[in-house]
């Protein structure tokens, strides 16, 4: 069975641009979580999504936003890039919110130059 | 507000020996303590995972020891490997919600053969 996959794994892009990256959760789980990692860091929570709504959001600034697709796939996009925003962004889904194990994709490393 | 505090950042340990890694909380709401695994280039991977109701909890060669009064868990790792090499993560979350997972800094641990 295939785990989460993310795309793309590696992103260059310069400051002010917008990025959209994607998530596809494993099988029939209903929940995808974003994160970001800053190198030498642990994991930001960002979003969590669960049946297409907002469950959570983190601190982060309007620029970010996402979104879940009716078949729990999910995109994180970001606005008017800075160069803080470099990191690694990982997705992990769920099968719900509770009490079943989160997992974790091999995350997209954004580099803003 | 870091609500999560690991210790130490990094950790060397001979072959054999016992890992031992930290973490204090500070919100009382939370319910939920998972520790991480994460290799280079790899996404966050579930070791073990923790509820307050126990004090302890047993996998292989990993135990988590939980502290609800001094609202403290630890990890660890007996007989530590050098494939046990990673940086390691401790989180909390609030409602079981495995999603929205608050993480410490992190530990890089190297194991030495």
């Known amino acids: 069975d295939a785990g989460v996959t993310q795309s793309p794994t590696h992103l260059i892009k310069t400051r002010g641009q917008h990025v959209t990256l994607r998530c596809s959760p494993i099988s029939g789980h209903k929940s995808v979580s974003w994160y970001q990692q800053v190198l030498g860091q642990g994991p930001q929570f960002i979003f969590q999504y669960y049946e297409k709504e907002e469950r959570g959001r983190g601190n982060f600034p309007d620029r970010f936003s996402a979104r879940q697709f009716p078949n729990y796939s999910s995109e994180l996009n970001v606005n008017a890039l800075l160069l803080g925003d470099s990191a690694l962004y990982l997705c992990?889904?769920?099968?719900?919110?509770?009490?079943?194990?989160?997992?974790f994709g091999q995350g997209t490393r954004l580099t803003v130059v | 507000q870091q609500q999560v505090k690991q210790s130490p950042q990094s950790l060397i340990v001979q072959k054999g020996g016992i890992s031992i890694i930290n973490c204090a909380y500070e919100n009382t709401a939370f319910d939920y303590f998972p520790w991480y695994q994460q290799f280079p280039g790899k996404g966050p991977a579930l070791l073990i995972a923790i509820r307050p109701d126990v004090s302890e909890k047993k996998e292989g060669r990993f135990t988590i020891s939980f502290n609800k009064s001094a609202k403290q868990f630890s990890l660890h790792i007996m007989d530590s490997q050098p494939g046990d090499s990673a940086t390691y993560f401790c989180?909390?979350?609030?409602?079981?919600?495995?999603?929205?997972?608050?993480f410490g800094q992190g530990t890089t641990l190297q194991v030495k053969p």
């Open positions: 992990a889904s769920s099968a719900q919110t509770g009490d079943t194990e989160a997992f």
């Open positions: 989180a909390a979350s609030k409602g079981s919600n495995t999603g929205k997972l608050i």
